[in-house]
């Protein structure tokens, strides 16, 4: 388990977590966040702008809940086809529509984590 909140701490918060940062946009208030996409395919270009989307973030101290970190981890391994990170085997199923129980369960898990720290919460 300490694995999964290193991995969490180290990939998805790209910011200090009280330093959201708002929306550039002058006309709205909003706080903003980005998404990658998914890693479930070993395509150059998804993989490429999931990369565009992780530096801007870190560029512009934006909050990341990066799905394709997620999606290709498991267990400490980092699942590759042709040097791209790719959805690790074990979320390849269709057990809850289109994914397995236990990426929803680290997802969901990775989700609680981020907002208690944007919270407030120190880690421990």
């Given at each position: ?6 991995f ?5 918060i790209v910011?200090?977590i009280t ?9 709205t208030e ?50 590759t ?18 994914t397995?129980?236990?990426?929803c ?11 208690a ?7 421990n």
């Amino acid at each position: 388990m300490k694995f999964l909140y290193f991995f969490i701490l180290v990939f998805l918060i790209v910011i200090p977590i009280t330093n959201c940062s708002v929306n550039e946009s002058e006309e709205t208030e909003n706080n903003s966040d980005e998404l990658p996409g998914n890693a479930q395919s070993d395509d150059r270009n998804r993989y490429d702008r999931n990369e565009q989307i992780r530096k801007y973030c870190i560029d512009n101290n934006k909050v990341l809940f990066d799905f394709a970190d997620l999606d290709c981890w498991y267990n400490g391994e980092q699942h590759t086809e042709n040097g791209i990170p790719i959805e690790h085997p074990e979320y390849n199923g269709d057990e809850a529509g289109h994914t397995t129980f236990s990426s929803c369960e680290n997802k969901g898990k990775a989700f609680w984590w981020l907002m208690a720290r944007i919270s407030g919460w120190d880690g421990n």
